[in-house]
């Protein structure tokens, strides 16, 4: 039988008290991995983590904040012993015209979803490195391929995602640290629940497999991305989208 085994492997998740994040939380539980759940809110936090069960523990961090992303990264590691398998998922839009868009909707999703990967990667890779094993995925959308109006700064954000993945993977290769990203299209979850159904319809005739995808969809690939199956894949964006983008 094909089964995904993360046993003795430690593994962080941003923006896992919800949605994409909080199904990578749950995958990677089932399969082994103790699992820290971050979200801003430390008891928020706590309380998803009593419900994912396993060895899971909750964690409060504003990943907009570089410092705390550092000290994040090490107090994970001090009650775990290390961090494995980072998964950099926590993100925000903030959509407008360009024309409308201010300075800080700009900075707050750029920092948000770009410069907190940068240093949850560069607070990571140090212990990896020394560990000769580490799996580094990072969540980034379709629209950093395609682009998309009104969303000029998380399109942004999230091509940058890309190139910093691959720039990762060609440095890390050498120690065994694998990076990739996932690029998810349209996902049910509380950032699309906000569309009105007729969009959504008209969306989901424009995808393939005419649906659009649940948090699970996303959470399998990250598993086995994270997993010795992958063990010969870095560098690489793999879409996760019911075939919108090919
Ligand atoms: P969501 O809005 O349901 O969850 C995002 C999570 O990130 C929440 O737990 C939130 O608390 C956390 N977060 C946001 N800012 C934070 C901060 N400053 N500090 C700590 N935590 C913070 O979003 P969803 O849909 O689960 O998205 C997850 C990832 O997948 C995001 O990076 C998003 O851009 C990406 N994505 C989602 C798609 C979708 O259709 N839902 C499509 C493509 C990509």
Redesign the pocket.
Known sequence: MFAIDLTGRVALV????????RAIAEELTAAGARVAI???DAAKAEAVAAEVGGDAKGFG????DPAAVTALVEAVEAAFGSCDILVN????TKDNLMLRMKDEDWDAVVD??LKAAFVAIRAVQRGMMKRRWGRIIN?A??VGLMGNKGQANYAASKAGLIGLSKSVAKELASRNILCNVVA????R????DAMAPAAVEALSAAIPLERLGE?ADIAGVVAFLASDRAAYITGQVLPVDGGLVM
């Open positions: 941003t923006g896992s008290t919800r949605g994409i994040g971050v979200g801003r961090c504003d990943i907009s998922n926590a993100g925000i948000t979803n969540i959308s379709v998810p299209g349209f996902i979850t509380d950032m699309t948090p």
